[in-house]
């Protein structure tokens, strides 16, 4: 599974929007609507179905980043 953030086209129906990606596999983790943005996670092949949704503008992946402590020697 990608963790992804979807950007929702500016006068696009939101709502309508979210369903559609739901339809395309995505699963909605938090959506913000007053944002224009939606989190969630999609199958890695389904990936690229998600920018083809009308009314989306952009899917970014969420990467996970690691650091290490503060006390850590520098690496």
Known sequence: MERVTVTIEDGADFSTVVEA?????FTVA?????LGVV?????RDALASL????GV???ERQYEIQLPPPDAPVQ
């Open 21 to 25: 990606l739901r339809r395309a596999g």
């Open 51 to 54: 920018s083809a949704v009308p």
């Open 57 to 59: 503008s952009d899917v």
């Open 39 to 43: 989190t969630g996670t999609v199958e």
């Open 30 to 34: 938090e959506p913000l609507e007053t």
